[in-house]
Nanobody
């Protein structure tokens, strides 16, 4: 069974760059036709998809976050990383990594094949 674990700072100052890493076990991030996503849920709001990196290493981002987001991977460590620049308090959220065999953007985490437990990120000075 595939397991995903998010890691990164719990507190980030405004204007800084947030960097989160997802470590994958039980499966390879290079396995054909899988999409490795970052998703977040701000307090009291709906799930928001941020972007993905697919098994070939191609990326695709939410239009609303594209200018501030970068997703990369380290195949030797079976990890993929998201960087979100110029953060503001509105970026405060629980951040999840997830995987799906489809590039469809699901409204619920349960739509994905597997997902991590999530990590709380607070943007505050």
């Amino acid at each position: 069974q595939v397991q995903l674990q998010e890691s990164g700072p719990g507190l980030v100052k405004p204007s800084q760059t947030l960097s989160l890493t997802c470590t994958v076990s039980g499966g390879s991030i290079t396995t054909n036709s899988y999409y490795w996503s970052w998703i977040r849920q701000p307090p009291g709001k709906r799930l928001e998809w941020i972007g993905y990196i697919n098994s070939r290493g191609s990326t695709y981002y939410s239009p609303s976050l594209k200018s501030r987001t970068s997703i990369s991977r380290d195949t030797s460590k079976n990890q993929f990383t998201m960087q979100l620049s110029s953060v503001t308090p509105e970026d405060t959220a629980v951040y999840y990594c997830a995987v799906s065999g489809s590039d469809y953007v699901f409204e619920q985490l349960s739509g994905y094949d597997y997902w991590g437990q999530g990590t709380q990120v607070t943007v505050s000075s």
